[in-house]
């Protein structure tokens, strides 16, 4: 979850995030770069709003739309299957076309 963000000096900027639940590094990455994003939201079961972000270069931010769905759907089979709802507050993916 976003726990702090702002502006340091020559014009850069910081985030910080912080996890409640432990999870393996493997499951993070840091991305840079002037992107698009599609957002969307999901409310778990138990009335939580969840922020849902797909980024990726802003000539390809239209076909975003069916990830969104597909994540969407994932997350409420996680509820409906497995009685598992998501524990974060944010979730953020990166798609690109480039390799």
Do not use: I
Request: with cysteine; hydrophobic share 40%; charged share 25%.
């Amino acid at each position: 979850n976003l726990s702090a963000q702002g502006d340091v000096d020559g014009g850069r900027h910081f985030t910080e995030w912080d996890d409640p639940f432990l999870k393996p590094s493997y499951l993070f990455a840091l991305v840079a770069g002037d992107l698009g994003c599609l957002q969307d939201t999901f409310t778990t079961r138990s009335g939580r709003a969840v922020q849902l972000k797909f980024f990726s270069e802003h000539d390809n931010v239209a076909q975003l739309g069916w990830a969104m769905a597909s994540l969407k759907q994932a997350m409420k089979w996680d509820e409906d299957v497995f009685n598992l709802e998501y524990d974060l507050d944010v979730f953020h993916a990166m798609a690109s076309l480039k390799q």
